[in-house]
Each structure stands twice: as structure tokens, then as C-alpha cells.
């Protein structure tokens, strides 16, 4: 059963990130063979004082 975590930044809407389940369930079915129901899509959402990048938090940008 393939799992596939996506984390990114909060802020997408629940349209966003249906859309990219679909597409994100569409290409392992494609490339991997795996049922459809056997895949699974898990986002995480996590708030911008929490994600840094070059030492900089993303909430200080």
C-alpha cells in the first residue's frame, strides 16, 4: 500500500488539497500499479513560526 505525506506550508483550501490527493492518487496508480483504494494521501499542515529555511523562520519573511 503505498503512502505518500505531503507537508507543506498552511494556507491551501480544502479544494487545493482534494485536487492534489486526486492527481498525487492518480500518478501512483499510473506509475506504480497499485489499486486506487490502496493508496493513501496524507497532508500536513504546518503553521509558517514552525517551518525555517536558511535559519529564517517563514513567519519572520
Do not use: C, F, S
Amino acid at each position: 500500500m503505498p503512502v505518500v505525506i505531503v507537508k507543506m506550508l498552511e494556507g491551501r483550501t480544502t479544494d487545493q488539497k482534494r485536487q492534489l490527493a486526486r492527481e498525487i492518487t492518480d500518478v501512483i496508480t499510473r506509475v506504480t500499479g497499485a489499486p486506487e483504494d490502496q493508496v493513501d494521501v496524507v497532508i500536513e499542515d504546518h503553521p509558517r513560526e514552525n517551518w525555517a529555511k536558511a535559519g529564517v523562520l517563514y513567519a519572520d519573511k
